[in-house]
């Protein structure tokens, strides 16, 4: 059973640009969250979705954040118009249902790049 | 508001000596709660949870937790360090809307 996949590990977007993160969650999970991890400040809750819906959208910016999870396929993670501050980690995790008396497992995070 | 606190930013411990990472949570985050491990540019790894039942928790790689109630703490413990264990530490509890509400981390670091 493989485990929480992300991909690309690594992604340098210049200005402007836009960055797609994918995360495929582990078989048989349909909870997907989404975290940004900056230096020294721990991991930030940013969206929280069930197969095809946003359940908690509470930590992502206004504008050019947006998360799907659609019915085939893995979740996606889009930032439009990357700015210098974008530059993170990005985590994706799974759960079997909501974490509230089970766990969620994490990918190996997306760490992006932006000059 | 729903917060989790982790107490120390870093704590540097000489190996084979016991250690105790401190963190408290807030009243009104869910009493499920977890220590996560991460590696450098590694994802997060569970070193366990509490949902239930007896407060003293074990985990992976030797560690144990205790859940206080009164003192809203989950403070993790290892009574012999080695250079692996050096890494960064999360304290998680679960939040009202069903996410991971993380401490800050503490790092970890093993010195021969």
């Known amino acids: 059973n493989a485990g929480v996949m992300q991909n690309p590990r690594h992604l340098v977007r210049r200005r402007g640009q836009e960055a797609r993160l994918r995360c495929s969650p582990m078989?048989?999970?349909?909870?997907v969250y989404w975290y940004r991890q900056l230096p020294e400040e721990g991991l930030k809750f940013m969206v929280y979705l069930q197969k095809e819906n946003i359940i908690d959208e509470s930590g992502m910016p206004k504008e050019r954040f947006s998360a799907e999870f659609p019915k085939e396929g893995p979740s996606i993670l889009r930032i439009q118009q990357v700015v210098r501050g974008d530059s993170a980690a990005y985590f994706c995790?799974?759960?079997?249902?909501?974490?509230?008396?089970?766990?969620?497992?994490f990918g190996q995070g997306t760490r992006l790049t932006v000059v | 508001a729903q917060s989790v606190t982790q107490l120390d930013s870093q704590v540097p411990v000489f190996e084979e000596a016991p250690v105790e990472l401190r963190c408290n949570y807030s009243s009104s985050v869910s009493v499920y709660l977890f220590w996560y491990v991460q590696y450098p540019n590694q994802g997060l790894q569970l070193l366990l949870k509490y949902l239930s039942g007896s407060t003293l928790v074990k985990g992976i790689n030797g560690f144990e937790a205790e859940f206080n109630k009164s003192q809203t703490s989950f403070h993790l413990r290892k009574p012999s360090v080695h250079i692996s264990d050096t890494a960064e530490y999360f304290c998680?509890?679960?939040?009202?809307?069903?996410?991971?509400?993380f401490g800050k981390g503490t790092k970890l670091s093993v010195k021969p």
């Open positions: 995790a799974s759960s079997l249902t909501r974490i509230k008396n089970t766990e969620a497992f």
């Open positions: 998680a509890g679960s939040g009202s809307q069903g996410n991971l509400i």
């Open positions: 078989k048989g999970h349909s909870h």
